[in-house]
Nanobody
Framework: QVQLVESGGGPVQAGGSLRLSCVAS????????MRWFRQAPGKERVWVGL???????VYEDSVQGRFTLSRDNAQNTVYLQMDSLQLEDTATYYC?????????????????WGQGTKVTVSS
């Protein structure tokens, strides 16, 4: 029922930019927090960032200042704008949906995941 579909991945040169999209269906999108994760080859999946239903964002330190999360509730879409890409950013990127808790102040555990979109950064 619930589906998250990522897109926008592909090859990009170091220092370049890429924008990933995640389109959600089967849920009340505006009531959900959205998280982005990434998994590099041979590595575990790690958290990248979070956008709350009120638009507040939090980022992992290594992407702070380079990545920007945004959401368009009318389009049921969350975006991950990636600038100043580095070789270390090469990974498959996943979005995940989580219910909002305590109004808009907190986010629960992830309840749905997308299939991922691959980003390959080259020098």
């Amino acid at each position: 029922q619930v589906q998250l579909v990522e897109s926008g991945g592909g090859p990009v040169q170091a220092g370049g930019s890429l924008r990933l999209s995640c389109v959600a269906s089967g849920l009340d999108f505006s009531d959900y927090c959205m998280r982005w994760f990434r998994q590099a080859p041979g590595k575990e999946r790690v958290w990248v960032g979070l956008i709350r239903r009120d638009g507040k964002t939090v980022y992992e330190d290594s992407v702070q200042g380079r990545f920007t999360l945004s959401r368009d509730n009318a389009q049921n879409t969350v975006y991950l704008q990636m600038d100043s890409l580095q070789l270390e950013d090469t990974a498959t990127y996943y979005c995940a949906a989580a219910p909002s808790l305590s109004g808009v102040s907190a986010c629960g555990g992830n309840t749905a995941w997308g299939q991922g979109t691959k980003v390959t950064v080259s020098s």
